[in-house]
C-alpha cells in the first residue's frame, strides 16, 4: 500500500514521553499497531478501520485524521503544537 498524506501530520506525545509524528493513514495503522498504549476502545478501532479505509479510498484521508485524532484522546495522549482537527471539525466522531 502507498501512503496518501494528510494535509497537516498529527503530532502526539506518547505515554513514554517521546513524540511520534504521523503523517497519513498508513503511518497511523503502524502506530495503532505497534505502539499503541491501549488496544480496547471503540476509538482504536474506528481509527483502524477509517484508515484502512481511506487507504482502499473508500473514506478520505480527512475522516481517518479525525479518527486518529480521537484515537489519541481516547488513549490520554497529547497532542502537540495545536494539531487541532481540520476547520468545522471538534474531533469527536460517531463510533461506527
Do not use: H
Not at 495503532?32 to 488496544?39: A, F, G, H, I
Amino acid at each position: 500500500m502507498y501512503e496518501i498524506p494528510w494535509a497537516a501530520p498529527v503530532s502526539i506525545s506518547m505515554l513514554d514521553g517521546k513524540c511520534r509524528t504521523v503523517v497519513g493513514p498508513l503511518d497511523a495503522m503502524k502506530c495503532l499497531q505497534r505502539e499503541w498504549p491501549v488496544r480496547g476502545g471503540a476509538y482504536y478501532s474506528y481509527a483502524m478501520r477509517a484508515c484502512e479505509a481511506a487507504l482502499k479510498r473508500q473514506k478520505s484521508p480527512s475522516e481517518a485524521r479525525a479518527a486518529f485524532i480521537c484515537a489519541s484522546r481516547e488513549a490520554f495522549l497529547t497532542i502537540l503544537g495545536g494539531q487541532a482537527p481540520e476547520e468545522g471539525n471538534n474531533g469527536y466522531r460517531p463510533v461506527e
